[in-house]
C-alpha cells in the first residue's frame, strides 16, 4: 500500500475549509461560515519502543460566524482499514481534550483503503465495560470512500472531496484522475501551477497510479483543450527537473549508505519530497525499494 499519509495531511491542511465542509457540515449549519482555521500542534510524547510516528495527522482549530471558537476537527487518517487502531485513537483525541480543555473535538476516522467495498465492515466505535459498568464509549465519525461515500457529497464544488473521489476502484484510474482534475479546474478558483501540481500528486498517490498509468494520464490531459496550458508547463517543468531529483535522492541515499542518516528521517524526507511534488512518484518509488532492500543486507 503506497504511503498516503503525507498527500493526506497536506491536502488537508492546505484546503482547511473544504476539509470543515466535508467532515462536518453540521457546524456550518450551526455556527455559520468559518472566518478563520487554525492548524492545532500536534505533536506529542511517543512511547512507541519501535519509533513509529508521534504525530496526530490533522487537528484544525476554527472559529466560526457566530464567534464560535472552541471546536478542533481531528482527522485522522488510514489508507488500511486492516490497521485501523481505534485505542490509539482515542489517546490521540484525549490528548487534544488535556491540551486544549476549553474546545470540543471531534474525532474523523478518513479510510482510503480501495479494498473495502462498504462502510459496514469498519467498526467506528470504541466500547467496553468492567462487571456491566461503561468505562469507554466513543463514537468516531467515520468516512470510509467507498462507492457510497461518492454518490453522496458534492464534489463538484469541494477540492477535498473532488481528490478523495478517485479512491474507488471502478473503471480506470487514469479516468478518475482525469475525472476529477476537470473537476477541479471547473471550479471559480484563483489556480497556480503549484498547487495544480501537488493535486495531481495526491490523485495518483490515492488512485495508486503506476508509472506507466502516470504517463497516459499526462498525455490525455495534454491532449485535452478543455485544461488549463499551466498543467502542460508542470509536465514540461517536471522534465526539466527530473535530473535534479534523481540527484538530491541519490545524495540521500549516499548519505544513509554511509551511515551519516538514520533511514527512517531519509523515508520521511522521501515521502515529504513526493507529497509537495519535488520528485515523482517513479523515483520515490525505486529509492523506497533502495532503502528496504538496504535494511534487509
Known amino acids: 500500500m503506497p504511503n498516503q499519509d503525507p498527500h493526506a495531511k497536506q491536502l488537508l491542511i492546505n484546503y482547511p475549509h473544504d476539509t470543515v465542509a466535508l467532515f462536518a457540515p453540521e457546524l456550518l449549519e450551526l455556527h455559520g461560515e468559518v472566518v478563520a482555521i487554525e492548524e492545532v500542534s500536534t505533536e506529542i510524547f511517543n512511547p512507541d519502543p519501535e519509533g513509529r510516528s508521534g504525530f496526530l495527522d490533522v487537528a484544525l482549530r476554527c472559529t466560526f ?3 464560535s471558537e472552541r ?3 481531528l482527522v485522522e487518517h488510514w489508507s488500511s482499514a486492516r490497521a485501523i487502531n481505534l485505542r490509539r485513537a482515542a489517546r490521540y483525541l484525549t490528548e487534544l481534550l488535556c491540551r486544549h480543555p ?15 467495498t462498504s462502510a459496514a465492515e469498519i467498526d467506528s466505535r470504541l466500547n467496553y465495560t468492567i462487571a ?31 481528490v478523495l473521489w478517485v479512491v474507488p476502484r471502478r473503471g480506470s484510474a487514469v479516468d ?11 471550479m471559480e478558483r484563483a489556480w497556480d501551477k503549484g498547487s495544480l501540481g501537488a493535486l495531481l500528486a495526491h490523485m495518483e498517490q490515492f488512485a495508486i497510479i503506476n508509472a506507466e498509468q502516470a504517463t497516459q494520464l499526462r498525455r490525455r490531459i495534454q491532449g485535452d483543450h478543455t485544461m488549463p496550458s499551466m498543467l502542460v508547463e508542470i509536465f514540461k517543468a517536471e522534465g526539466k527537473a527530473e535530473g ?9 541515499l549516499t548519505l544513509v549508505a554511509d551511515g551519516d542518516l538514520d533511514r527512517d528521517k531519509a523515508l520521511a524526507r522521501l515521502s515529504r519530497w513526493c507529497a509537495e511534488g519535488e520528485i515523482p512518484q517513479a523515483l520515490h518509488d525505486r529509492a523506497l525499494a533502495q532503502l528496504q532492500a538496504s535494511a534487509q543486507d
Not at 142 to 147: A, K, M, R, V
Open 176 to 186: 478518475r484522475c482525469l475525472q476529477a482534475m476537470a473537476t477541479i479546474c471547473a
Open 65 to 67: 460566524a457566530d464567534g
Open 132 to 162: 456491566d459498568q461503561p468505562v469507554v464509549d466513543i463514537h468516531f465519525r467515520l468516512h470510509c470512500i467507498d462507492e457510497a461515500w461518492r454518490q453522496r457529497v458534492d464534489y463538484q464544488r469541494n477540492v477535498v472531496a473532488a
Open 102 to 116: 476549553s474546545c470540543q473535538v471531534l474525532p474523523v476516522l478518513l479510510v482510503t483503503d480501495a479494498r473495502v
Open 71 to 73: 471546536i478542533i476537527l
Open 244 to 252: 535534479k531529483a534523481e540527484g538530491e535522492v541519490h545524495a540521500l
